[in-house]
């Protein structure tokens, strides 16, 4: 724990009364159960272990990546000189992220959207959303602002680690470097507990505690496909794509090379007098024409030239790459710049784009737990209160749809919605609309009903409705009296005719069930 002073300890272990938990105890004295925590080393050590792979991964976003050359057939000193680069791993993530946008938590009943509002959102959710693309999660440090306004900090996974609750995803202890120098030595570091935040400043070896009111770690993972094995999630740079990746550089590589060599027509001459003026090599690799001569017997050497090579075996072998790494990564061949003389129709594009669409949706409920998370304990920061998880049940984040809506999709939807409202009346709201489509009109829009209930004085045409809509309410009674319609569907039908539940349940009780065999 870095021999900090820390309040509540007792033995090493923090004294805390709970009622239900989830991580181990050392001992119970008087109801109380001390709570065992890890320790700012073990943080560090974690942190350690795993800030290499991470690193790794951003390399691969960032296209900085040497790979390890084999130089089974190039020379290395040949080869350094045709490095290949390759964005295929920044496309996998990029294709992602850039489809998550995060628009509102819904039922909002502690303003929580007011928070976000103050700390930059479209900066805010755009970073976290991509750090957790690449490195499997973020971090976001939770500070309170001399105005009481709650700061979120996003911190990226090689800069932060801790101990996390499998149940809520928070952590019960974390661990951040907030600054470093030039050659990565931690500056400013930060150990998160329930009670307090602890800053270390290693230049000035000095501590400051800052009390921590909200009763969880301030520091909030945001995890992108977490499992039971992996609690802190999965990268969208996987392993194999690392690979097809590593392939499809090679094969660039060469190709590059075998380009370069054959850029000139090959050529050979044989049975040349050893006596002769050899050949000038650079005259001899760019001259169109050779003017050789014959020796004192009359013999004249044969001239011939290799035949160049095919770039064809190193396309395909790139094609095949690329279609192992698009399958891995739920794109298409265009996405990766193997563009088709025949272009796809458009559901065919929607079509082959169905896995980043699940993909995404994936990642939409991972992430927007982790958003969740962050918005809890920025309120309870803000309003000083203790967290308790049941307090936030009902609220919800909301993303846009994965893919814009074209005009062909909006045409769809519209029929659709149309459809539904004659089948189930004010089904299709302005919220469902958006959440189809992207577009926020009249949020207080609603669906147009069907005039059911009919006035008095009405005349003509709607009188005539009238008796047609009794008409149809006298005949579902009379199938529900023969047992044809069962009381749930004659519930329903009546509630689509204008009439309320209580109506329509008290209609079907009124009218006695005689059976088929009353005729």
């Known amino acids: 724990m870095g021999g900090y002073p820390h309040p509540l300890r007792h033995n090493g272990l923090h004294a805390v009364t709970v009622h239900f938990f989830s991580r181990d105890f050392k001992e119970i004295e008087e109801g109380v159960i001390y709570l065992e925590q890890k320790g700012l080393n073990y943080l560090r050590n974690k942190l350690q272990l795993y800030s290499s792979d991470v690193n790794l991964k951003y390399r691969y976003y960032a296209m900085t990546q040497n790979d390890v050359q084999f130089g089974i057939t190039i020379p290395a000193h040949l080869r350094n000189q045709y490095r290949s680069v390759l964005g295929w791993c920044t496309k996998a993530v990029d294709s992602l992220a850039d489809r998550l946008v995060f628009r509102e938590f819904e039922d909002d009943d502690f303003n929580v959207n007011e928070i976000f509002k103050q700390n930059n959102p479209d900066i805010f959710f755009d970073s976290v959303i991509l750090s957790s693309l690449i490195a499997s999660c973020s971090f976001v ?244 209160f203790k967290y308790a998880r049941s307090r936030f049940i009902d609220t919800k984040p909301k993303w846009e749809p994965l893919f814009e809506a074209d005009a062909n999709t909006l045409t769809l939807i519209g029929d659709g919605i149309i459809k539904l409202n004659q089948a189930i009346p004010g089904f299709g709201t302005a919220e469902l609309v958006r959440d189809l489509t992207g577009i926020k009109g009249d949020m207080s829009a609603i669906p147009k009903l069907p005039e059911l209930e009919q006035k008095a004085d009405i005349s003509g045409d709607k009188q005539k409705n009238r008796i047609i809509s009794t008409y149809e309410i006298t005949s579902l009674l009379g199938n529900y009296q023969k047992g044809v319609v069962s009381k749930e569907n004659g519930i329903l039908l009546l509630m689509s005719m204008g009439r309320s539940h209580e109506e329509a349940e008290t209609m079907l009780n009124n009218t006695e069930v005689i059976g088929d065999n009353n005729e």
């Open 141 to 384: 440090y939770i500070s309170k602002s001399e105005e009481g306004i709650p700061r979120l900090q996003v911190i990226e996974a090689s800069n932060a680690t801790g101990v996390i609750d499998p149940i809520t995803g928070l952590l019960t202890e974390g661990y951040a470097v907030l600054k470093r120098d030039n050659w990565g030595k931690p500056l400013l570091e930060a150990y998160f507990t329930e009670f307090e935040t602890v800053i270390i400043d290693s230049k000035s070896n000095s501590q400051t505690v800052i009390e921590n009111t909200a009763g969880i770690p301030l520091l909030v993972p945001v995890i992108h496909a977490p499992d039971s094995v992996r609690p802190f999630g999965r990268s969208r740079i996987t392993h194999s794509a690392i690979y097809q990746q590593k392939l499809a550089k090679r094969t660039l590589e060469r190709a590059d090379v075998t380009a370069e060599f054959y850029s000139f027509p090959q050529k050979y001459v044989l049975g040349m007098d050893p006596e002769s003026e050899p050949l000038e090599t650079w005259r001899a690799t760019i001259s169109s024409m050779l003017q050789l001569g014959a020796n004192d017997d009359g013999e004249k050497p044969s001239v011939g030239q290799f035949t160049t090579p095919s770039m064809s075996p190193f396309t395909e072998q790139l094609r095949t790459a690329a279609a192992l790494f698009a399958g891995e990564c739920g794109l298409t061949l265009d996405d990766l710049g193997f563009v088709s003389d025949n272009p796809s129709s458009v559901e065919a594009i929607k079509a082959s784009h169905e896995n980043l669409r699940l993909a995404g949706r994936k990642a939409q409920r991972s992430l927007g737990s982790g958003l969740l998370n962050v918005a809890y304990v920025a309120a309870c920061l803000r309003d000083d």
